[in-house]
C-alpha cells in the first residue's frame, strides 16, 4: 500500500476549496484513501466506468457513484437522525489521467468540479 501526497480541488459556484493530504493508494482495489482535517475518511475507488467516492465522518455517511451521461443518486445518510438522503446526481464529465481525477457533476440543482491529482 503505497503512500501517495495528493491535492483536493473541490469548487461549485459559491467558493473554491485546495487541501493538500497524505493518502494511501490501494492498488488492487484501485482505491486511493485519505482523512481530511475534520477526521472525515474519503475513499475514491477508480473502476472502469464509474467512480465511487465515499466520505465518512461522525455526522454523514456519503455515497456518490459517477458514471458519465448517466443520472444516479447520491446517498447521504445523517447518522444521529438515523435518516438516508437521496439526492440527484448527474456525472456531466468524467478525465482520468493515471491516478488523477477530474468530475463535473451537477448535485440536485448545483455544479460542483471535484479534482483529484498526485502531487
Excluded at 52 to 79: C, D, G, Q, W
Amino acid at each position: 500500500m503505497p503512500k501517495i501526497n495528493i491535492k483536493v480541488t473541490i469548487i461549485n459556484s459559491d467558493k473554491k476549496l485546495e487541501q493538500k493530504y497524505n493518502a494511501i493508494f490501494h492498488p488492487q482495489e484501485n482505491e486511493i484513501v485519505y482523512q481530511e482535517e475534520d477526521k472525515t475518511i474519503t475513499k475514491l475507488k477508480i473502476e472502469n466506468e464509474k467512480i465511487k467516492l465515499r466520505r465518512n465522518n461522525n455526522e454523514l455517511e456519503m455515497e456518490y457513484i459517477f458514471h458519465e451521461h448517466t443520472p444516479s443518486k447520491a446517498e447521504i445518510k445523517v447518522k444521529s437522525l438515523n435518516k438516508i438522503l437521496n439526492l440527484e446526481l448527474k456525472t456531466e464529465k468524467i478525465i482520468k489521467k493515471g491516478k488523477n481525477i477530474e468530475l463535473f457533476y451537477k448535485l440536485e440543482e448545483d455544479k460542483f468540479q471535484y479534482k483529484l491529482e498526485v502531487i
